[in-house]
């Protein structure tokens, strides 16, 4: 319930036509981290040959997006989830494929996504909801439409 309650709050906030990366309501998400989310060291997502290709690809379609996708390899913390890397690797490049291509609600499902990340603990609530909030600016307007 507070996944969907953050949404509502976050989508109703009125975000300006530019293209200019805003600030996310951050403290709204951080009543839900613990210091024990600070426990687990980060150890970001392997670099794989096909992670490789494909952040090529996504680099060539929208850099911007590209470069979100780096940063969320980075942060995630794949040890404390129980799908495998390659399977984990597969949805966050489809997800973000489908933000660089500005597909109807493709942030909301990467929204959702995200939300089952922190579920499972690699990622804290403050990191999803600034990635999702670069995601909605790089998404298009359509990108945000609730299913």
């Known amino acids: 319930s ?44 392997p670099v794989t040959p096909s992670y490789e290709r494909r952040l090529r ?8 997006t590209g470069a979100l996708l780096e940063r969320i390899a980075l942060e995630l913390q794949p040890q404390v989830l129980a799908t495998s890397i390659e399977a984990l690797e597969a949805q966050l490049l489809d997800h973000l494929q489908e933000v660089a291509e500005q597909q109807t609600r493709c942030v909301t499902r990467f929204w959702d996504w995200l939300n089952a990340v922190v579920a499972a603990g690699a990622l804290t609530p403050p990191q999803a909801a600034a ?17």
């Not at 990635?131 to 299913?147: D, K, M, N, R």
């Open 2 to 45: 507070s996944r969907a309650w953050g949404f509502f709050l976050w989508a109703r906030i009125p975000h300006p036509p530019t293209l200019v990366l805003q600030n996310p309501m951050l403290w709204f998400y951080a009543l839900g981290a613990t210091d024990s989310d600070k426990d687990t060291p980060a150890m970001p997502l």
């Open 57 to 64: 690809d996504l680099r060539t379609l929208s850099p911007d």
């Open 131 to 147: 990635f999702a909030c670069e995601a909605a600016t790089l998404g298009g307007p359509s990108g945000v439409v609730p299913e």
